[in-house]
T-cell receptor, first 112, second 115 residues
Framework: GNSVTQMEGPVTLSEEAFLTINCTYT??????LFWYVQYPGEGLQLLLK?????DKGSNKGFEATYRKETTSFHLEKGSVQVSDSAVYFC???????????FGTGTRLQVTL | GAGVSQSPSNKVTEKGKDVELRCDPI?????LYWYRQSLGQGLEFLIY????????KSGLPSDRFSAERTGGSVSTLTIQRTQQEDSAVYLC?????????????FGPGTRLTVT
């Protein structure tokens, strides 16, 4: 079956540090890949997506590249801010079932 | 416009009691999903509705769990004879069509605590 593996958190960084959150997946077929973010007290929001190999999704300074050869979709940001503190979820969708498969989430805490 | 809303936001219940969780999707969204977020378990798919029918119930963990959707809008997730392992945050999401399932808009969730 489909699965998503994320690096465990929490990840604690100082403001302006470089962020990487690793995500790898296992899927049949050719999945679309996503990063969702959950800010404190809020619902999940789609952060970025990539629908085919080598696509790069980007939003709010975050980027992730769909790497089919390594089955990865790592999230990166060059300079994090305190306001980026949240839980980040990697997810995939294969279209054979109308549902998303999520990783366990990675909590990011950014300090001044 | 209004997003997905869920009620109650928090629910504490005693083991063995039944609970109902409600989801109001975004107006006009035909697809609706229920997920469960348990500590350290990520988001676990429960059930998917397209209109009022549920073509995928594969994620419901036991026959104590059921869900319905009426009028192509509001959905209710019912848990009978609650157990402590049912404690989790229950999330609802809606999307415009099933073919764009990744465009899911999530509600804030209902935190269920079974004592």
């Amino acid at each position: 079956g489909n699965s998503v593996t994320q690096m465990e958190g929490p990840v604690t960084l100082s403001e302006e540090a470089f962020l990487t959150i690793n995500c790898t997946y296992t899927a049949t077929g050719y999945p679309s890949l996503f990063w969702y973010v959950q800010y404190p007290g809020e619902g999940l929001q789609l952060l970025l997506k990539a629908t085919k190999a080598d696509d790069k999704g980007s939003n709010k300074g975050f980027e992730a590249t769909y790497r089919k050869e390594t089955t990865s979709f790592h999230l990166e940001k060059g300079s994090v801010q305190v306001s980026d503190s949240a839980v980040y979820f990697c997810a995939l969708y294969t279209g054979t079932a109308s549902k998303l498969t999520f990783g366990t989430g990675t909590r990011l805490q950014v300090t001044l | 416009g209004a997003g997905v809303s869920q009620s109650p936001s928090n629910k504490v219940t005693e083991k063995g009691k039944d609970v109902e969780l409600r989801c109001d999707p975004i107006s006009g969204h035909t697809a609706l999903y229920w997920y469960r977020q348990s500590l350290g378990q990520g988001l676990e798919f429960l059930i998917y509705f397209q209109g009022n029918s549920a073509p995928d119930k594969s994620g419901l963990p036991s026959d104590r769990f059921s869900a319905e959707r009426t009028g192509g809008s509001v959905s209710t997730l019912t848990i009978q004879r609650t157990q402590q392992e049912d404690s989790a945050v229950y999330l609802c999401a809606s999307s415009p069509t099933s073919g764009r399932a990744y465009e899911q808009y999530f509600g804030p969730g209902t935190r269920l605590t079974v004592t």
